[in-house]
């Protein structure tokens, strides 16, 4: 291969509640996050960016959970700022903002949706 090959290239993040997850993800992300429509079902892209995206999703086949994999959102250059809309936004922090070896900060929460995520920066 020439080049490198991004090995996560989306991932749905469940919502009980399109609408509150939005607004959730916009503040923290400092992103504009718009419903969309597709085949008959609403979602929320992050965008597509690189070969890798994210998006919002709610229904049945598809419910929050705080376990499982931990999806790593980008906060580069903002983690504090992110981590600080959290808790007035309807999330929760489960650990405080701290270094990961060579690879940065994280911060571990649980979104307005009650999924567990981390949130980014080098």
């Given at each position: 291969?020439?080049?490198?090959?991004?090995?996560?290239?989306?991932?749905?993040?469940?919502?009980?509640?399109?609408?509150?997850?939005?607004?959730?993800?916009?503040a923290?992300?400092?992103?504009?996050?718009?419903?969309?429509?597709?085949?008959?079902?609403?979602?929320?892209?992050?965008?597509?960016?690189?070969?890798?995206?994210?998006?919002?999703?709610?229904?049945?086949?598809?419910?929050?959970?705080?376990?499982?994999?931990?999806i790593?959102?980008?906060?580069?250059?903002?983690?504090?700022?992110?981590?600080?809309?959290?808790?007035?936004?309807?999330?929760?922090?489960?650990?405080?903002?701290?270094?990961?070896?060579?690879?940065?900060?994280?911060?571990?929460?649980?979104?307005?949706?009650?999924?567990?995520?981390?949130?980014?920066?080098?």
């Amino acid at each position: 291969m020439d080049k490198p090959v991004n090995q996560i290239v989306w991932c749905d993040i469940p919502a009980k509640n399109l609408d509150r997850a939005v607004k959730f993800y916009s503040a923290v992300l400092g992103l504009k996050i718009e419903k969309q429509s597709f085949s008959g079902k609403e979602f929320a892209a992050f965008g597509h960016e690189n070969g890798v995206g994210c998006g919002l999703f709610a229904g049945d086949e598809i419910q929050p959970a705080a376990h499982g994999p931990l999806i790593y959102l980008n906060c580069q250059g903002r983690l504090d700022a992110a981590a600080a809309a959290v808790e007035p936004n309807g999330g929760k922090i489960v650990q405080p903002k701290h270094q990961i070896g060579p690879y940065g900060f994280r911060v571990v929460i649980l979104d307005s949706e009650g999924n567990r995520v981390a949130l980014h920066s080098t």
